[in-house]
């Protein structure tokens, strides 16, 4: 059987060497992707827009501190915590998205406090470029070849010359689909809410969404933690259940709203 062989370059330009990624390029998408997603709600809503840029910032150190944290303590303990200073070297790769997303919710409350915004109010709108986000990043994992599903022989598999040469699930793709239509889920709930959306709700139904995919995906996926190479779940799947549990907590907290 033939299967789609994958072996891109990684390097999208150079010149005066200086080299531009693809990844980088995706990254940088995600980013201004994100930013205008909640210009335009912001607008919408008569929010304070130059604000936003305190946002951005606040939002990118979460995402990257909160990732890269979760990556090290989380998937390879042992050797970063052997060897500390490795934990800065961001550049040798490394996210975990479970820290990112943290970062991004601890991020949104400094913001909240600071410009007297409503918490919920504003991670029920964050959700947007979130899963914008992650939609974006999981492409950039296909075009690395990180973070690769287990050995198939499905017709749609892939080899990973990078990695070897077996025909493998593309579980990047999968969760980079399945991000783009909880996006488009999530902003179809938005828009025909308008500002009536009950604080919580469209949190709620994110967590939901996206880690009962990433869930269900985390089963096609090799596991990037050792530790986890003999347990029933992967160190992804252990991670998602606390976040599954606030998002169902943050649904009935929105039902019992809409019931008042």
Not at 65 to 70: F, Q, V
Not at 189 to 194: A, D, F, L, T
Not at 208 to 221: D, G, Q
Not at 243 to 250: E, R, S, T, W, Y
């Amino acid at each position: 059987m033939e299967y789609f062989y994958w072996d891109p370059n990684p390097v999208l330009i150079s010149f005066f060497g200086i080299s531009i990624y693809w990844y980088g390029l995706i990254f940088a998408t995600s980013i201004l992707s994100g930013f205008h997603i909640m210009k335009w709600v912001y607008t919408k809503e008569h929010k304070n827009i130059e604000s936003l840029d305190t946002l951005f910032l606040y939002s990118f150190f979460g995402i990257v501190i909160g990732a890269r944290l979760a990556h090290c303590l989380l998937y390879d303990p042992s050797f970063y915590l052997a060897n500390p200073i490795k934990i800065l070297y961001i550049w040798e790769g490394g996210l975990a998205s479970h820290g990112g997303g943290l970062g991004v919710i601890i991020a949104a409350y400094i913001y909240a406090k600071k410009f007297k915004v409503d918490y919920l109010w504003l991670l029920d709108r964050l959700v947007l470029p979130t899963t914008l986000f992650a939609f974006f990043i999981r492409l950039g994992n296909f075009v690395n070849s990180e973070i690769v599903g287990i050995p198939t022989n499905v017709s749609w598999a892939v080899v990973f010359a990078k990695v070897d040469l077996l025909p493998r699930h593309p579980a990047q793709l999968y969760e980079s689909l399945a991000y783009f239509f909880i996006f488009f889920i999530l902003f179809a709930i938005y828009n025909s809410q308008k500002q009536n959306t009950k604080n919580g709700q469209l949190f709620g139904i994110f967590l939901l969404l996206v880690f009962s995919a990433r869930f269900m995906i985390e089963f096609v996926k090799t596991k990037q933690a050792s530790y986890a190479n003999e347990m029933l779940i992967s160190t992804g799947q252990m991670l998602s259940i606390p976040f599954l549990l606030v998002g169902i907590g943050f649904v009935f907290y929105s039902m019992r709203q809409s019931r008042v």
